[in-house]
């Protein structure tokens, strides 16, 4: 079996168990949660792979306990707005304590430093302290913070569609890329971190991104019955600029496996590679989808 073959079949698999978990919400969206949590543990385990060296290396188990902690809260906030869940009475004595200015992800990312240092200070040797202590920190607001926005894009009223639209730029954006490299490419983007990649397949992806939007919205108001929340001119703006997104996290992840002299992140998805080979996109489409009509709702405009 060919590696493109291989690689068409297990996006089939992925997409539609994808597709199965957003729309099957289960008992308080529990399924969800867990698969997040499995998400973080592979993840993190591919992230902190990548910075392992001979002085130094992560605090790995540390980092992916703060990474679920900060997930869970993302999963209660997200119950929040779903469900209307109120907490138990002890949390809501809790919260009148630590007032409005408490910010629990925060609170932990810097629990989380203060901790590291701690461990750093007395159970390893000072060499390389600054690279291991940094490394952990930036596992967990790679992985953790964008899974926690997922779950807030999701909880928006058109929340399904939304994912369905960042999904659907950052799968269309990369698969176009690939499909125009391999079939037109003859005009290399002259990028360090990934050299084999060229202007047509970058060029095919951000088109292909346009037009999946565009299509999208049809199917969706066709098959729902219900006029998506953007434009034209919007989907249009919004298919070219995350596709652009998209490509910087698609690099991102190029540059850290070149660090690490690595070619795949790990090798638990056939054709692909890694978890990290596959969502490193998403890691940047996600969040900023998600502040884009967070903040386009602030500015009046209906989301």
């Not at 919205?217 to 596709?243: D, Q, Y």
């Not at 056939?270 to 998403?282: K, V």
């Not at 890691?283 to 998600?290: G, I």
Request: glycine residues 8%; charged residues 10%.
């Amino acid at each position: 079996m060919s590696e493109t073959t291989l690689r068409i079949l297990s996006a089939i698999a992925l997409v539609t168990f994808y597709v199965f978990m957003i729309f099957h919400s289960g008992f308080y969206f529990l399924e969800f949660y867990f698969f997040g949590l499995v998400a973080i543990i592979l993840g993190l385990r591919e992230f902190y792979s990548f910075c392992k060296r001979e002085e130094s290396k992560p605090f790995a188990l540390t980092g992916t306990l703060f990474a679920i902690a900060i997930f869970t809260v993302y999963y209660f906030q997200f119950l929040g707005i779903q469900f209307q869940i109120t907490p138990p009475s002890w949390a809501l004595k809790l919260s009148t304590v630590l007032r409005e200015g408490f910010h629990p992800v925060p609170f932990l990312i810097i629990v989380l430093s203060i901790s590291l240092w701690v461990l750093q200070i007395f159970k390893r040797p000072l060499d390389g302290a600054l690279f291991s202590v940094s490394s952990t920190v930036a596992g967990v607001v790679y992985l953790a913070l964008p899974l926690g926005h997922f779950l807030l894009l999701l909880a928006f009223p058109f929340g399904a569609y939304y994912i369905f639209l960042v999904s659907t730029i950052t799968f269309i954006s990369d698969s176009g890329a690939y499909f125009g490299g391999r079939w037109f490419g003859k005009h290399p983007a002259g990028l360090k971190i990934s050299p084999k990649k060229t202007w047509e397949g970058y060029i095919m992806g951000n088109v292909s991104s346009v037009l999946s939007v565009l299509i999208l919205n049809a199917l969706w108001e066709h098959f729902s019955g219900m006029k998506v929340p953007v434009g034209l001119l919007e989907s249009i703006l919004l298919g070219f600029t995350f596709s652009i997104l998209s490509v910087m996290g698609d690099l991102a992840e190029s540059a850290m496996k070149r660090d690490a002299k690595m070619k795949d992140s790990s090798a638990i998805i056939p054709g692909h590679g890694g978890l990290l080979d596959l969502a490193d996109a998403l890691l940047f489409t996600v969040p900023a989808m998600y502040y884009y009509f967070l903040f386009k709702g602030m500015l009046g405009f209906p989301v």
